[in-house]
């Protein structure tokens, strides 16, 4: 078993947390899919340690178990494990109406969640779709408000 894994600690964690943050902040990504990537940066770093450090395989082995189990316990993972064993495909938890974090009161009228464009537009989605929907839906109003700026 190997002994010699060099891991950056602090240091690059800063560095995925930065990175989770962002990609939520642009929303790229989901509140889940931030604590996804924020657990998965803690394993690769090595865990909470002040300064770069070799460590051996099996604290890492460790360190994953730990935070799988952690994951486990959170219903949007076990949701998405579901889907994944049912049918095949990664359920995208949405929960969030875009850029405010919860979902639309009026607007959406039954039928499932919808998302809000900046322009206060209602978009219908399907919870198993990915994020690309809402950025397939602004390309085309742009592109008919704009067809000069086509590339």
């Given amino acids: 078993m190997r002994t010699d894994i ?32 924020q657990k998965l940066g803690h394993v690769l770093c090595g865990g909470d340690l002040s300064e770069p450090t070799e460590v051996s395989e099996q604290y890492l082995l460790d360190l994953e178990r730990k935070t799988f189990l952690e994951l486990c316990m959170q219903r949007k993972t076990l949701e998405r494990l579901q889907s994944i064993i049912t049918s095949g495909k990664v359920l995208r938890n949405y929960n969030a109406v875009y850029g405010t974090g919860r979902w639309p009161r009026a607007g959406g009228g039954g039928g499932g969640p919808s ?14 779709k990915n994020t690309s929907t809402c950025w397939e839906w602004k390309d085309r109003q742009l592109a008919k408000r704009h067809p000069d700026r086509l590339s």
């Fill in 115 to 128: 998302m809000v464009s900046r322009r206060g537009d209602v978009l219908r989605l399907n919870r198993y």
């Fill in 6 to 37: 060099k891991v950056l600690g602090r240091e690059g964690l800063g560095i995925v947390y930065i990175g989770a943050n962002t990609m939520q902040s642009g929303n790229y990504i989901s509140e889940h899919d931030t604590l996804i990537s």
